[in-house]
Nanobody, 123 residues
Framework: QVHLVESGGGLVQAGGSLRLSCTAN????????VGWFRQAPGEEQEFVAS????????LYADSVKGRFAISRDKTKNTVSLEMNSLNPEDTADYYC????????????????WGLGTQVTVSS
């Protein structure tokens, strides 16, 4: 059974940075499409960023474009989300999702999901 694990969440002041990481209990994760989603309290889950299986293509939500960067390290079997210039509106639980097929996308039809990591940005 595949398990995705997110890490790196925490409390940060507005304007600060955090780096989230996602890994899995299978090395084939390094060849999967990976996406990050977030869900703020009382809100619907929304797309944040996606990276292709090769790592050559990325996709970002308009709300994070220019502030967040998704990347992957195949040697470490990890996908990271570097988050800069954080503001209170970025406060949410952040989820990693993965799929063995397909191209970068912002829809929620990913096969595997992690349990999430909490990010809180104070003003």
């Amino acid at each position: 059974q595949v398990h995705l694990v997110e890490s790196g969440g925490g409390l940060v002041q507005a304007g600060g940075s955090l780096r989230l990481s996602c890994t899995a209990n299978t090395h084939t994760f390094s060849t999967w499409l990976v996406g990050w989603f977030r869900q703020a309290p009382g809100e619907e889950q929304e797309f944040v960023a996606s990276i292709s299986r090769s790592g050559d293509n990325t996709l970002y939500a308009d709300s994070v474009k220019g502030r967040f960067a998704i990347s992957r390290d195949k040697t470490k079997n990890t996908v990271s989300l570097e988050m800069n210039s954080l503001n209170p509106e970025d406060t949410a639980d952040y989820y990693c999702a993965a799929d063995g097929t397909g191209v970068v996308r912002g829809t929620r039809d990913y096969q595997y999901w992690g349990l999430g990591t909490q990010v809180t940005v104070s003003s």
